[in-house]
């Protein structure tokens, strides 16, 4: 609840610091400190719009901020998805016997998960207002007409974890009837509502593992270990992330055990990551409880036990911004201190790689360089932005505070010493360091750079 209060006052002013204090973390009145939470936070957010990172507007923000899916900017975009393909690289290719398989967000079966008919519906809009329009009708027949249509309704899921219950059968045939295995799915879900009436749509990453109930505690503590590893892999600040155990009191009906992995926030901790030891309880009742058709090859013949990991992607993005921002000062040429923003994405999820830009010479010819080095990098697969295409004259200074906030890892400037002996000037954004490198050598620099940060 305080977490929720301090969202909803972020871009708002305060009438009293103490209570934005109290309300940002929940905790006794330091002024110092909160103020520069609330600094940090509108930063890190206004950033991501001005940066292409999220569309405008206070509603949109306020989706990201709460880790639901919004309406991303292109480099938003482009950071989710290689934040999505590392989670399905950490799970599917790193441990055998784990398998891929794609479900319906809607369906016309029950949610064993949620002991009934799923929450949410969809419902067309002119069907209800048709109904609610029947002035003739009683307050009971207008009840019974609406619960037709609620019936009617296809409904949507709150999780992936009932589309992998229901693949447990087929895909146990795959394995030849042995224990572990696991599902992995990942795509947009339903959340439902928090009292505003409006569920909002999460893009979830989700492992359901089957293994042995003799292993099962083993499991979850090693899914637990690697997943927390897996977050502080790509962080700046790893310290930021944690793992927490669920109280008892807010376990989920079927599990007997939870953890999970949590971010500090400036405003506070949030979930990223949620894990559950859910016994055998949902399988069994998802398959109609015929146990013969759920045993494994062992030597109890027992029904499987069910682990499940499940991330919220929408709100790892976020994390994965917040921790990489840095405020740095530094000094002009006049002696004046000013700040410098740096979103220092680890380089496999940064959005963009490399920024191509020109600096004196003949205009034409340099376009034409950083056009075949821009197709060259397009073929390694590396991103990159095409600033020599910029009609607004730029200083150096501007142009390397707009590629720093954006996240690129390399700004590479073709010049007329290009064009008479193939030199670059290639600035790093971590040191700030210009460096002179050969055109021939630049793709494969950026490769390996890549690469071994990515085996790190």
């Not at 229901?166 to 795959?174: G, R, T």
């Not at 079927?254 to 859910?278: C, D, H, K, M």
Request: charge should be positive; charged fraction near 25%; glycine fraction near 6%.
């Amino acid at each position: 609840m305080l977490t929720l209060c301090a969202r909803n006052v972020l871009f708002k002013s305060f009438p009293s610091q103490c209570s934005e204090a109290l309300q940002l973390t929940g905790r006794p009145c330091s002024t110092s400190r909160s103020q520069e939470d609330l600094h940090s936070a509108r930063t890190l957010l206004q950033l991501c719009v001005d940066r292409y990172f999220l569309s405008p507007g206070d509603a949109n923000t306020e989706l990201f901020q709460r880790g639901m899916s919004c309406r991303y900017g292109p480099l938003g975009t482009e950071l989710k998805r290689n934040l999505l393909e590392q989670w399905w690289h950490s799970v599917s290719r790193t441990t055998a016997q784990v398998f891929g398989i794609n479900t319906l967000s809607s369906s016309s079966s029950e949610d064993t998960v949620t002991g009934g008919p799923r929450k949410l519906r969809i419902v067309e809009s002119e069907n209800m207002k048709q109904i609610l329009e029947e002035k003739a009708l009683s307050k009971q027949l207008l009840i019974q007409k609406i619960q037709m249509l609620l019936q009617r309704s296809p409904p949507v899921r709150t999780s992936c974890l009932q589309g992998a219950l229901e693949q447990f059968v087929p895909s146990l045939e795959l394995v030849n009837r042995k224990l572990p295995f696991g599902l992995a799915e990942a795509g947009l879900c339903f959340q439902p509502s928090d009292g505003s009436g409006c569920p909002a749509e999460v893009t979830r990453a989700s492992l359901v593992w089957f293994c042995s109930a003799r292993t099962s505690s083993q499991w979850l503590d090693h899914w637990t270990r690697q997943r927390l590893k897996w977050w502080r892999k790509f962080a700046l600040s790893p310290s930021d992330f944690s793992s927490s155990d669920v109280p008892e009191e807010e376990l989920e009906e079927a599990a007997s055990r939870g953890v999970r992995i949590i971010y500090s926030f400036p405003w506070g901790q949030e979930t990223l990551e949620t894990l559950w030891n859910r016994g055998n309880a949902e399988l069994l009742q998802t398959h109609g409880g015929n146990r013969s058709k759920l045993q494994c090859q062992d030597s109890r013949k027992s029904v499987p036990h069910v682990i499940s990991v499940t991330a919220n992607v929408d709100r790892g993005a976020l994390a994965f911004l917040s921790n990489s921002l840095q405020t740095l000062k530094k000094g002009d040429s006049r002696q004046k201190l000013q700040q410098r923003k740096v979103l220092k994405l680890h380089p496999v999820l940064a959005p963009v790689k490399v920024a191509l830009d020109i600096g004196r010479g003949a205009s034409v010819e340099l376009r034409q360089v950083c056009e075949g080095l821009l197709k060259e990098f397009m073929e390694a697969k590396i991103s990159a932005w095409p600033g020599y295409l910029e009609t607004q004259p730029t200083s150096v200074e501007q142009l390397n505070a707009k590629y720093d906030e954006m996240g690129v890892l390399f700004t590479v400037v073709v010049n007329e010493n290009t064009l008479e002996n193939g030199l670059l000037q290639v600035r790093s954004r971590d040191t700030t360091v210009r460096e002179t490198m050969h055109i021939s050598e630049i793709k494969k620099f950026l490769s390996r750079y890549i690469t071994a940060a990515d085996n790190i």
